[in-house]
């Protein structure tokens, strides 16, 4: 099975911009600090990275990758 992540890095000056789509979901981490932000789906994660104005760092790999160096 093909696992799927996508992170969405920001800073505390990026959370300061623009409001945030309402159908985001919960996040644990408070607004406007700094770190990495993990989204359940590609749409709110596009929607947050167009609002604040950041890339989008997407990984994708597979369980029988294990073997290679840089995955998992």
């Given at each position: 099975?093909?696992?799927?992540?996508?992170?969405?890095?920001?800073?505390?000056?990026?959370?300061?911009?623009?409001?945030?789509?309402?159908?985001?979901?919960?996040?644990?981490q408070?607004?406007?600090?700094?770190?990495?932000?993990?989204?359940?789906?590609?749409?709110?994660?596009?929607?947050?990275?167009?609002?604040?104005?950041?890339?989008?760092?997407?990984?994708?790999?597979?369980?029988?990758?294990?073997?290679?160096?840089?995955?998992?």
């Open positions: 099975m093909i696992k799927f992540t996508a992170v969405l890095a920001l800073t505390g000056a990026a959370c300061a911009q623009g409001p945030r789509p309402m159908d985001l979901g919960a996040s644990q408070e607004m406007g600090s700094s770190g990495v932000m993990w989204y359940a789906t590609w749409d709110t994660a596009v929607a947050e990275a167009k609002r604040s104005q950041r890339p989008i760092f997407f990984m994708a790999a597979a369980a029988q990758c294990d073997g290679i160096s840089g995955v998992f």
